[in-house]
Structure formats: C-alpha cells, structure tokens
C-alpha cells in the first residue's frame, strides 16, 4: 500500500507503527493467525520510518555477536512451525549444516541482521518503508467518548501526509537515544546509535584521538572497534565504574527473560518486581559481555608489555562538559575519587551512554489524557500490552516496548518478541471476535405493553 492519497478508505484490524523486529514478529503472528482462519483474513498494515529495513544499522561492527539465543528469533517460542524461524532461514540460505558445525547459540549480529531482513521481505506487501506516523487519534465522528476507530497519520518521504483508519494500532517505535544533559551531538560528537555512519563519514587520518563515554556492551564494542580501525590513534575509554562489570547471561539469571517472568512481573507485589530490578539489572544495563570485557584487558596488556601504549581507561570518571569549536572538542571530565577535573582534548567523541523507554505519549498527543496512568505518572498497561482507558474506549493502543514497569526487563530486549506478539495478536482477534458477537446478537422484541 503506498500512502500517495491523502485519506485510505479502508478499516484495519492494525495499524504497526514502526518495522523493527517487534512489529515485524507481530506481522508474522497476525499473518498465521489468517493462515488458521482464511475465510476470515487479519487487515493488518505497518509503516516504518527508514527507507528500508534495518535493526540498529549503526552498531553492526564486525565481529559482534548477539546477546540472545539464536531460537528467541521472531517466532520459534511461540511457533517452532513457523516459516520464520531462524532455522528456516538458515534453511533457505544453505547454511544449516555450517550453522550446526560451528555450535554456536549466538549468531554475529550481521547474520541476525540478514536473518531480521530476510523475514522483513517475506512480509513486504504489508509493510510502507519511509513513512514515519505522525500522531494517533481518535477518528472523527467515532463517538467523543467511547471512539471505536483511530486516525493515524503518516508522513511519507516526500513530505506528503496521509490519513488511514484502525481500530487498533501496535506502537512500537524503539529505544530513544540519551546523551548526557548539555551535550548536543554534531559531526565530531556522537551517540553510539550513530555510530558507524558518523565513523565512515570522516577520514581515519583525522582521527588521532577519540574516546567513549561509558560502561555498557556499546561503550566497551566500540572502544574495541576504535582500537582495532584506526591503529595510528589514542584510545581513551571513559568509565563511570571502577571497569566493566560482566553481563550476567547464566542460567537461573538468564529466567528473568523467560516468558513466565512476564506474568510473575507483571501479577508480583512492588516488592517483588523491585526485587528483579534490584538483583538482575546486571543481566542488561550497564554491563558488557565477559569475551569482550577479557578482549580488552588482554589488548591493554599487550601494550603494557610492549610499552606502546595507546589504549586508555580513565576509570571513576564522568563528562562533566563539552565544549566544541571547529574540529576541535575538549572534554572536561570529573573523577569520581576526588572530584578532580582534567581536560581532554580529541577529535571524535562517542556517547555510549544508553537509551530511554519509548514513550508512546509523542505519538498520542492530546488523545494521550484518554489513558490512565498510575501513582508515578507511568501508563497504566493490560497484560495483554494494551493501554488502559480511563473512559469505555473500544478501540485498542498497544505497546511493544515501554512496559518495564509493567511487564518487566524483557520490555525493550528480543527474548520475549515472539510470545508477546502472539499474545498481542490473540487480544485482537478475541476483541474482534467479541465485537462481531455483540453486533450479530438478535435484537430482543420489546415485551408488550400491559
Ligand atoms: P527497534 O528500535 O528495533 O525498531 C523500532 C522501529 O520503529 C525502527 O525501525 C524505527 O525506525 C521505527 N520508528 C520509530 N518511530 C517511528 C515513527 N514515528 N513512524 C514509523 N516508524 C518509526 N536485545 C536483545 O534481546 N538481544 C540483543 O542482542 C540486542 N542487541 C542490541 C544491540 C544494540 C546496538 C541495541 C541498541 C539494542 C540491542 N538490543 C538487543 C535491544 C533492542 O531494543 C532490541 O534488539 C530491538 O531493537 C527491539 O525491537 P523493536 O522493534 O521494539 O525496536
Ligand atoms: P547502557 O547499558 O545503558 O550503558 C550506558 C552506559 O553509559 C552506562 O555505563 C552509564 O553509566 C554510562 N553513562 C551514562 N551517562 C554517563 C556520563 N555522563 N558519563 C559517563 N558515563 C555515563 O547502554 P548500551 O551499552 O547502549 O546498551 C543498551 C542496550 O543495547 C542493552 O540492552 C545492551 O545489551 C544492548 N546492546 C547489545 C549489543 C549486542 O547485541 N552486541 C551491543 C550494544 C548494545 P551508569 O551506569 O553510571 O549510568
């Protein structure tokens, strides 16, 4: 479908916002649900901002691999059978065999990357790429107070606006990138999301100095990176801790990604969901894989021993300002042991410094006062990832993404794409199902006067 005219005549089941691998696993999801029903199809459409596919295409640096199990693809726990699985990508690549010789569960994030592309192809009639959605709202003349179809708006690549009608839609838009307060990113300052398109663009010659802001998996990947491409260059890692602290992926750990999890979140006591933050953050923020974190230390190492050193880590450390002017960026920092502050003065610098929720208020607008939000202000969530109305809206916002609080640490991660979309898919089709009942049922004879 392209969004050439300005309104689409026709009602959606769902309207996905955003074509990452969370809306395409729901695509998959509602596309076997029609497979079961053939009779009854799911009018479903997806509009994604990029002018084509792509997961995190900036962090792909060579040799990183993924931080999941190959099986949590976008369909195996919910469908082994799935056409979509990555075994049946494998499959369609003439790599299977290869794949099982190298016995290895986590896949390069370039072959995921391929996998996630392949998959996006199989559903590209279902899907506009260079249409970012606008706003969301509930559509004109749907009844003020109980609206049962939404407006989404979507501006395609030529600037033209369009309107299409849904009585749902599935926001799921990604992580937000986060820069530190006062730091703004230009050509020689960059957020690690940016990473390999701002890298490219600049000659190797010009970078004589750089460094990374942070102690996360993209922090400690692209100092590696950085020491491995430019070979004429200082390296300084910029770490808020006293080093890198492992990512714990061990097993007991490795549950809280689990599918239950969600419900043991998501029906826990508040001290119960404190608990898994308190004891399992470790599984994913803030830490980095042990192969790389050893990677590191054996390169710092070498260098010790060589006495060339050009890797460096200022530990305890935090940006306190950043001051630009041409191609030159000086960065004050502040160690955390005695509050000293040192100047820095380098030709790239790179935030690895994480991401924020998505927050699908952006997208809701005005309508947003429509949902319940709870005691600290968050959206109030079902289980089955819808909003909470505060008034009888029948129609459905539901999120992919944004739900920690809620349901728990796999919110932004893949672990739990698969189950999820199917439980978001099932909630469609049971509503509908619900709403073609409560249409069809007989009107009853009013009983006659006395
Ligand atoms: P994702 O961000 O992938 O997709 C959102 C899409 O929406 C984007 O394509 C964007 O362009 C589009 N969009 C945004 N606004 C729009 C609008 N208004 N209109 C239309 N389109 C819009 N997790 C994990 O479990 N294992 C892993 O190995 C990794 N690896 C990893 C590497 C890196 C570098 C990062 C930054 C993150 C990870 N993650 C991860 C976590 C990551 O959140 C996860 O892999 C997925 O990207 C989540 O998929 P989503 O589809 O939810 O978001
Ligand atoms: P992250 O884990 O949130 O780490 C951000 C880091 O920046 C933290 O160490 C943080 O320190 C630090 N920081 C923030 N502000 C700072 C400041 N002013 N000065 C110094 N340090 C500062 O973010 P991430 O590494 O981008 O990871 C995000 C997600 O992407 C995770 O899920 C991760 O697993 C995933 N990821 C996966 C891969 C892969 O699959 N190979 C690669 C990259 C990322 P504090 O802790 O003190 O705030």
């Known amino acids: 479908m392209g969004i050439t005219g300005r309104r689409n005549q026709e009602i959606y089941d769902v309207v996905g916002i955003g074509f990452g691998p969370s809306n395409l696993s729901l695509a998959i999801a509602l596309d076997e649900h029609g497979a079961s029903a053939p009779q009854h199809p799911v009018k479903a459409h997806f509009f994604e901002r990029q002018p084509s596919f792509g997961w995190h295409r900036n962090m792909v640096l060579p040799s990183t691999t993924m931080q ?16 979509f699985t990555f075994i049946s990508y494998l499959h369609a690549s003439n790599r299977l065999v290869q794949f099982v010789n190298n016995q290895d569960f986590f896949p390069t994030r370039k072959e995921f990357h391929q996998y996630l592309e392949w998959a996006a192809a199989g559903l590209a009639d279902r899907v506009t790429y260079g249409a970012e959605v606008t706003s969301i709202r509930p559509a004109a003349g749907s009844g003020d107070l109980s609206p049962d179809l939404l407006e989404v708006e979507v501006r395609g690549a030529d600037g033209t606006t369009s309107v299409v009608t849904a009585r749902n839609v599935a926001i799921s838009t990604g992580l937000v990138p986060r820069l530190p307060e006062g730091v703004t990113a230009d050509e020689r300052v960059w957020h690690s999301s940016q990473f390999l398109g701002r890298f490219n663009a600049q000659s190797p010659d010009d970078l004589k100095s750089v460094a990374v802001v942070g102690a996360g998996q993209s922090a400690a990947e ?22 890198y602290s492992v990512a714990d992926d ?25 608990a898994f933050w308190r004891y399992h953050r470790n599984t994913n923020y803030s830490v980095v894989d042990a192969d790389v974190i050893r990677d590191l230390y054996q390169r710092a190492y070498a260098e010790e021993v060589s006495g060339v050193k050009r890797l460096h880590f200022s530990n305890l450390t935090r940006v ?20 000293r502050t040192e100047e820095l003065s380098v030709d790239a610098l790179v935030f690895a410094t994480g991401y924020d929720g998505m927050d699908p208020a952006r997208l809701l607008g005005d309508f947003d006062r429509h949902f319940q939000r709870d005691a600290a202000g968050r959206h109030r969530v079902e289980r089955d990832y819808r909003l909470v109305p505060a ?22 991660l893949l672990s739990n794409i698969a189950v999820r979309s199917g439980e978001i898919a099932d909630s469609i089709m049971l ?13 009853e004879a ?4 006395a």
């Open 250 to 274: 061990t097993p007991f750990a490795n549950q809280v990604f689990d599918p239950t999890a969600v419900d043991d979140y998501y029906f826990g006591t508040d001290r119960g969901r404190d």
């Open 431 to 443: 509503r509908r199902t619900e709403r073609e009942l409560e249409r069809d049922r007989p009107v």
């Open 446 to 449: 009013a009983p006659p006067a």
């Open 320 to 339: 306190a300002e950043v001051r630009r002017a041409g191609s030159a960026t000086q960065v004050v920092l502040r160690s955390l042991l005695d509050d």
């Open 68 to 83: 999941i199990s190959f099986m949590k693809d976008l369909a195996t726990f919910r469908n082994p059978m799935s056409r």
């Open 222 to 243: 692209i100092t590696r990176f950085l020491h491995d491409s430019l070979p004429h260059a200082q390296v300084r890692a910029i770490v808020p801790s006293y080093g």
């Open 391 to 412: 008034s009888d809206l029948t129609c459905g916002v539901y999120l992919q993404g944004g739900t920690e609080h809620s349901h728990g640490l796999s919110s932004s």
